[in-house]
């Protein structure tokens, strides 16, 4: 018979299994804190657990779901990109970003992508599959292994679409989030999105309380269907209108990202475009300067990019504007440049 994957599984997946196996629904509960909150490596570590039932677990599931190919440190500042193969064979990185107190953790959440967006290396693979919610949650139980640095925050914004694989992703945050797996406040978790608005609209309307940041990277729709072909199906006024819906709903703030490509998108008139776009929105605007990969945009210069940022900050208005600086960019683990290749 073929083991079952346990990691990922629920407080409730994990009851039910014990009340299957004999055992009870206490049981599930012990369960869930060795797994996310130990995130032990092996069955037998569970001391409270009786030598027969860790036989059983033994015997039908499967415990871990990703193996470390590399281990990559920067050495410009203080993150490391880790490469990971899972069981069929597929690449997918992570990044660990330490700045002060704050360990920001980048997931990815599906192996490849099947959006295109024509700057992102990731879209160059197309998409190989989702990731299951115990490869994203194996993730940050490697980061935190092996790092001193307690994890502060978790962001949705390395390779893959989160919301093409909406399950999966918010079980993991679920298990993050809970006192008894990873106790990250909901604050702390981001979920970022190229504009999948149905997708967008099913997380409002569910009221989940995890952070929303929306790829917009464009003022109007011919530069956006232009740079991703995602546009065609979802325009900007849409994902505005969700975004302030959002804003509004939660007394949460909608983040809105902006990758500046040079001669694309960096222009002041675009910048301006950009200010009366987001004009009475509770928004905040993540200006992410291009990390340049293999193809044809460029990073615009710095006196470009500060322009933007002026032009947004001095257009007064509720948004609030910061320009994000990718870490890691001496081993291509900036935005955008996870390609999951094994070098
Ligand atoms: N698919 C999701 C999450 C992954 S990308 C999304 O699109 O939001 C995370 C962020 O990195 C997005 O805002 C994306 O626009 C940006 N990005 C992609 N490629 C980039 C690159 N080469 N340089 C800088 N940012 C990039």
């Avoid at 604050?187 to 995890?210: D, F, M, V």
Wanted: proline share 3%; charged share 25%; net charge neutral.
């Amino acid at each position: 018979m073929e083991k079952i994957c346990i990691k990922g599984m629920n407080h409730e997946e994990l009851q039910t299994l014990c009340i299957e196996a004999g055992e009870t629904k206490f049981r599930g509960g012990q369960l869930f804190e060795w797994l996310y909150r130990h995130g032990i490596s092996s069955f037998d570590s569970m001391s409270n657990i009786n030598k027969s039932f860790r036989e059983h677990l033994n015997e039908h599931f499967i415990l871990h779901t990703l193996t470390v190919e590399n281990s990559l440190p920067s050495e410009e500042d203080k993150s490391v990109k880790i490469l990971f193969r899972t069981r069929d064979d597929h690449f997918i990185e992570t990044v660990s970003m330490v700045e002060n107190n704050r360990h920001t953790v980048c997931l990815s959440s599906q192996a490849g992508c099947v959006l295109d967006c024509h700057f992102c290396a990731t879209g160059k693979l197309g998409l190989k599959r989702n990731l299951s919610t115990g490869e994203i949650v194996d993730q940050l139980i490697y980061v935190r292994e092996n790092t001193d640095q307690p994890i502060t925050n978790v962001v949705f914004m390395g390779m893959g679409e989160p919301f093409h694989n909406y399950d999966n992703v918010l079980n993991a945050s679920d298990i993050f989030h809970s006192p008894k797996g990873f106790n990250l406040a909901s604050t702390r978790i981001t979920i970022s999105t190229a504009g999948l608005l149905p997708q967008i609209n099913k997380y409002i309307k569910e009221k989940r309380r995890y952070k929303l940041a929306i790829s917009l990277n464009a003022s109007n729709d011919k530069v956006r269907t232009k740079i991703m072909p995602i546009n065609k199906k979802w325009s900007i006024n849409d994902l505005i209108k969700s975004g302030k819906e959002y804003s509004n709903q939660k007394k949460r703030l909608i983040m809105f990202e902006y990758v500046l490509l040079k001669g694309i998108n960096d222009s002041e008139e675009d910048a301006l475009e950009l200010a009366r776009l987001l004009q009475g929105i509770p928004c905040k605007i993540n200006l992410i300067p291009y990390n340049e990969i293999e193809g044809k945009y460029q990073r615009p210069d710095e006196a470009t990019i500060t322009k933007f940022s002026e032009i947004l900050h001095n257009y007064r208005d509720e948004y609030r504007v910061l320009v994000r600086w990718s870490k890691g960019q001496d081993i291509a683990a900036g935005c955008g440049q996870l390609a999951g290749q094994k070098k």
